[in-house]
């Protein structure tokens, strides 16, 4: 059985989605950033680098990245595309939501990982909102005339969800990006995507 090590609201969201789409038997645990259990040695074990999502496999090994678990899980219950360019193509998504969005995210909620001087953290945090509105804005163009950043709904829909909450807790103004808006209430009619925005206190 799969194991999902998550926190609410995180980018842990998309896998939590992914296999509670899924159907299978899983355990979630949530881990407590705030209270540090992220640095604990017997977490560290888990994922080194004290984040989430990491995904303890069958057989015990754990999987840390989105970039390795959402693939993996995608092709474990068939939502992760066929064809060798729509793969690379889907790749090549996964490696935008987690080497430009997400990172665009951290420098407004973590300012403290790109300098020592607490005296930059402004600007930081307000580059770092800017760049994040934008890539928002791309992404809303990905989805014009789409229902699904793929042919068919997959893994990807959820990795995109997860940025839609994160705009709107950083009051940005979503409701503007009509594709991605729409795409966020094809997620919403779910019923996996509700019960884990239920679980996850996710307002959106």
């Not at 092709?75 to 066929?82: C, H, T, V």
């Not at 014009?144 to 807790?169: C, I, M, N």
């Amino acid at each position: 059985m799969l194991t999902l090590f998550y926190a609410p609201g995180a980018c842990s969201m998309a896998a939590h989605i992914v296999l509670e789409e899924s159907g299978d038997k899983y355990e979630a645990r949530k881990v407590d950033l705030a209270g540090g259990e992220q640095r604990t040695e017997a977490y560290l074990k888990i994922h080194p680098l004290g984040r989430v999502p990491a995904l303890r496999l069958d057989d015990g090994e754990p999987l840390t990245e989105n970039t390795a678990i959402l693939p993996y899980l995608g092709k474990r219950y068939d939502l992760w595309p066929r064809h060798a360019a729509t793969e690379a193509k889907a790749l090549s998504l996964i490696g935008f939501f987690a080497s430009s969005v997400h990172p665009a995210h951290a420098h407004v909620g973590r300012p403290e990982r790109y300098t020592a001087d607490p005296g930059a953290f402004p600007g930081i945090k307000d580059m770092g909102l800017k760049t994040f509105h934008l890539y928002l804005k791309q992404i809303d163009g990905m989805l014009a005339g789409r229902e699904w950043f793929s042919e068919h709904y997959s893994v990807l829909d959820p990795y995109g969800f997860v940025f839609y909450t994160w705009g709107v807790r950083r009051e940005l103004p979503m409701a503007e990006l009509k594709n991605y808006t729409a795409h966020k209430d094809r997620m919403l009619k779910r019923a996996a995507v509700g019960r884990v925005a239920a679980d996850e206190k996710i307002k959106v």
